[in-house]
């Protein structure tokens, strides 16, 4: 069982920069694939970017060159640093970890970002 806490959400203006972290506990993060997605008001839920447990990375284009998603197996976390922020991307952002083997999925509670002038 992975228990997910993301933090670091907040309101920001345009062109602003946030870091969203995503703290785990019940189990050794290192050996799960991490995700963020995000949920806009009216929207699916959509991927955003991965880091695979190898530290391969893929992003969604839409953010592709303003974010970068990292981990920390050390401090069992995983972050993603947002820059350049538009209005497009205020939503809840997700952190998921999945599982290599089992395909188990965990999810966190979301933290909100806004970006408003």
């Known amino acids: 069982q992975v228990q997910l806490v993301e933090s670091g959400g907040g309101l920001v203006q345009p062109g602003e920069s946030l870091t969203l972290s995503c703290v785990a506990s019940?189990?050794?993060?290192?050996?799960?694939?991490l995700d963020w997605y995000r949920q806009a008001p009216g929207d699916v839920r959509e991927w955003v970017a991965t880091?695979?447990?190898?530290?391969?990375?893929t992003y969604t284009s839409s953010v592709k060159g303003r974010c970068t998603i990292s981990r920390d197996n050390t401090k069992n976390t995983l972050y993603l640093q947002m820059n350049g922020l538009k209005s497009e991307d205020t939503a809840v952002y997700y952190c998921?970890?999945?599982?290599?083997?089992?395909?188990?999925?965990?999810w966190g509670q979301g933290t909100q970002v806004t970006v408003s002038s």
């Open positions: 998921r970890a999945r599982h290599p083997m089992n395909g188990r999925v965990y």
């Open positions: 880091i695979a447990a190898a530290g391969t990375t």
């Open positions: 019940g189990s050794i993060l290192s050996i799960y694939h």
